[in-house]
């Protein structure tokens, strides 16, 4: 029982849920801090605040729904609906920081009216400082954790602090010279920096829909095929990722000694999977294509009784990233 308490799927959904909480009652501060001051700039982060609590739900939702195994209709787990999260938030987030500048706008035109400023100044700086403890909680927990959907909500949040930083000393500024003028301006400045906020969050969930090429993911696998690379492993590259949350499903030509027989290269092969995945950190499988050697690697290769050796044995080869990224062998190793 310790252990289910205590894994990642556990500890997922356990930040998830303070996540909840907590967003729901930094939007009674923010509200109760717009109420009392009639400030546009509060009410922009109030707005925020309730794109807060949707993604947080969300998020709640979708962490649950991405730890359900996978099945015959999805072989790959159901770890890509994290990224549909990630990118519904950014699409929100989008939309609150538009009504946000319109709303400025037209309280602009119309003329401030502020009250009680000092008041929800408080308001608005306990309320930041919250945001900013969620917000690396999350963003610590999403990496510790692999899950790209609290990741992507901590670096929310942690905008979020940042924009309530940017109101607080805006108004601060407001209540020592009386520039009214200024919270209107201060709202549209943080509608216009969510707008890219939440972009940039689309767009980073849009490239893991799409299977983008991650290179600190190449680095990490680089690190474990050189990590257990041994006789059975010549060459590795043409290597391709499919991510699924925290299932990867990894493709790579293998580059194997030409004279062994089917039964040889799965013995060999199958320990060298299972030690990869174990020092590569997700979830995942690994596919491998085979290319015989054809006497091109023979001093890059340690076998000692190889009977079609043509040269010495000299070094093992590196795998290199740039050979993991190449869609074919080294040149210097296929034209031979």
Avoid at 99 to 106: K, P, Q, S, T
Avoid at 109 to 126: D, E, H, R, Y
Wanted: with cysteine; proline share 3%.
């Amino acid at each position: 029982m310790a252990e289910q308490n205590t894994s990642p799927q556990a500890l997922r959904k356990k930040a998830a849920l303070i996540s909840c909480a907590v967003s729901v009652v930094l939007l009674f501060f923010k509200a109760y801090a717009y109420y009392i001051t009639n400030s546009q700039a509060i009410l922009s982060d109030a707005l925020e605040s309730i794109i807060n609590v949707l993604t947080a739900f969300t998020v709640l939702f979708v962490i649950s729904y991405a730890a359900k195994p996978k099945d015959k209709e999805h072989p790959y787990g159901h770890g890509k609906v994290e990224y549909f999260s990630s990118a519904f938030e950014g699409g929100l987030i989008t939309f609150a920081s538009i009504m946000i500048v319109l709303e400025a706008i037209n309280e602009l035109i119309k003329g401030p009216s502020i009250k009680a400023l000092n008041m929800g100044l408080m308001i608005l700086m306990v309320a930041g400082l919250i945001n900013l403890a969620l917000g690396l909680y999350l963003k610590a927990s999403g990496k510790k954790n692999k899950s790209m959907a609290l990741t992507s909500s901590g670096e929310h949040i942690l905008s979020d602090f940042w924009t309530s930083f940017g109101v607080f000393i805006g108004l601060v500024v407001v209540h020592f010279t009386g520039l009214l003028v200024l919270d209107s301006i201060i709202a549209i400045i943080v509608g216009v920096y969510l707008g890219y906020t939440g972009l940039k969050i689309v767009k980073k969930s849009l490239a893991a829909l799409m299977d983008e090429e991650n290179i600190e993911d190449l680095k990490q696998l680089s690190k474990a095929f050189n990590e257990h690379k041994s006789e059975t492993v010549i060459q590795v590259h043409h290597v391709k990722l499919i991510r699924s949350g925290n299932f990867h499903h990894i493709d790579a030509h293998l580059v194997v000694p030409e004279f062994w027989n089917v039964k040889d290269v799965h013995d060999h092969i199958v320990g060298f999977e299972k030690s990869v995945l174990k020092s590569y950190g997700h979830k995942g499988e690994l596919n491998f294509h085979l290319d015989p050697c054809r006497q091109a690697y023979c001093k890059f290769c340690d076998i000692q009784d190889c009977p079609i050796r043509l040269e010495d044995f000299e070094a093992k080869l590196p795998i290199k990233l740039d050979h993991m990224r190449n869609f074919e062998e080294p040149e210097e190793f296929r034209n031979r």
